[in-house]
């Protein structure tokens, strides 16, 4: 059974930077799809980032592009989501998440990971 544990949220003024990190309990960061989403109370779960195993391959959503950057290290087990310029529309309880099955590449589609961590909270 794979684990997932976040860390790296916190509060952030309006324009700033965090990064989040999630470090996964087997070899997991080398051979499986994984991606970030994110969680705001009242609103759907949003995808917002997302790694291919090989790591040649990254989506975003629309509303992070140019802003958040994932990135992997294998040797650390560990995939990071870099987050600059925040705004205060960033704020959410961010997820990662991975799946051991090629990735299907959608950005949004939640139900392509099998596992799930359970989430760091963000506040801008």
């Known amino acids: 059974h794979v684990q997932l544990v976040e860390s790296g949220g916190g509060s952030v003024q309006a324009g700033g930077s965090l990064r989040l990190s999630c470090t996964a309990s087997?070899?997991?960061?080398?051979?499986?799809?994984m991606g970030w989403f994110r969680q705001a109370p009242g609103k759907e779960r949003e995808g917002v980032a997302l790694?291919?195993?090989?790591?040649?391959?990254?989506k975003y959503a629309d509303s992070v592009k140019g802003r958040f950057t994932i990135s992997k290290d294998n040797a650390k087990n560990t995939l990071y989501l870099q987050m600059d310029s925040l705004k205060p529309e960033d704020t959410a309880m961010y997820s990662c998440?991975?799946?051991?099955?090629?990735?299907?590449?959608?950005?949004?589609?939640?139900?392509?990971?099998?596992?799930w961590g359970q989430g760091t909270q963000v506040t801008v």
């Open positions: 998440a991975a799946e051991s099955t090629p990735c299907s590449y959608d950005v949004r589609d939640a139900n392509q990971y099998k596992h």
């Open positions: 087997a070899s997991t960061a080398s051979s499986y799809c």
């Open positions: 790694l291919d195993a090989d790591g040649t391959t990254t």
